[in-house]
């Protein structure tokens, strides 16, 4: 209950394309979801975090979509460029109480083509 | 404004030996938390602490120990290594704890434990 799965594990795309990383969770009482950009030899780096109470928000290029009742979320990048190549992690969390546990998926290695 | 820095960055042991990671938190930040994070994998949350104490861990044995010292700086320890405890620790830094700054986290590029 306590996982997060992530998918696809790997993905290419051209310049200018769109790539989507799904995530799925099951307990409910999750309440924080960020997703995290890692490059090779770095450590990961927050890019955008979503609330439960909205089912879409932006952020430059990125943009997460939320679906509560299906316990979905989703990581889309919009005109992706070759710098954009790198490993992204969903994660989950509950802030209260104790919070700062953060419960990674298995992560996606994005390749974005020139 | 220095992130979270990390030492050693890489470093080699032997199984049955003992190593110690440090980390230094970002300016600011209070709570440090630990993650493992084995090769093509997610990180995995280790321990965490707040007020020089530890205030939540993971799944990890015993063999896994921290410390966090007044000035928020902290320590992992693990003793008795095994060869699956090969991975890349990070360290992240945040704001308290049970709030939502807590989950705010800034790690660190890591130490790359390699076990032989």
């Known amino acids: 209950q306590q996982q997060v799965k992530q998918s696809p594990q790997s993905l290419i795309v051209q310049k200018g394309g769109i790539p989507i990383i799904n995530c799925a969770y099951e307990?409910?009482?999750?309440?924080?979801f960020p997703w995290y950009q890692q490059f090779p030899g770095k450590g990961p780096a927050l890019l955008i975090a979503?609330?439960?109470?909205?089912s879409e928000k932006k952020e430059g290029r990125f943009t997460i979509s939320f679906n509560k009742s299906a316990k979905q979320f989703s990581l889309h990048i919009m005109d992706s460029q070759p710098g954009d190549s790198a490993t992204y992690f969903c994660?989950?969390?509950?802030?209260?109480?104790?919070?700062?546990?953060?419960?990674f998926g298995q992560g996606t290695e994005l390749s974005v083509k020139p | 404004d220095a992130g979270v820095t990390q030492s050693p960055t890489h470093l080699i042991k032997t199984r049955g030996q003992q190593v110690t990671l440090r980390c230094s938190p970002k300016?600011?930040?209070?709570?440090v938390s630990w993650y493992q994070q084995a090769l093509g994998q997610g990180p995995q949350f280790i321990f965490q602490?707040?007020?020089?104490?530890?205030?939540q861990r993971g799944n990890f044995p015993d063999r896994f120990s921290g410390h966090q010292f007044p000035n928020y700086s902290s320590e992992l320890n693990v003793n008795a290594l095994l060869l699956g405890d090969s991975a890349l620790y990070l360290c992240?830094?945040?704001?308290?704890?049970?709030?939502?700054?807590?989950?705010?986290?800034?790690f660190g590029a890591g130490s790359r434990l390699t076990v032989l």
């Open positions: 307990n409910t009482a999750f309440d924080y």
């Open positions: 992240a830094s945040s704001l308290g704890t049970g709030g939502f700054g807590a989950n705010v986290l800034t």
């Open positions: 979503i609330r439960p109470d909205v």
């Open positions: 300016s600011g930040h209070d709570t």
């Open positions: 994660a989950a969390s509950i802030i209260k109480p104790g919070g700062g546990k953060l419960i």
């Open positions: 602490y707040y007020e020089e104490e530890e205030r």
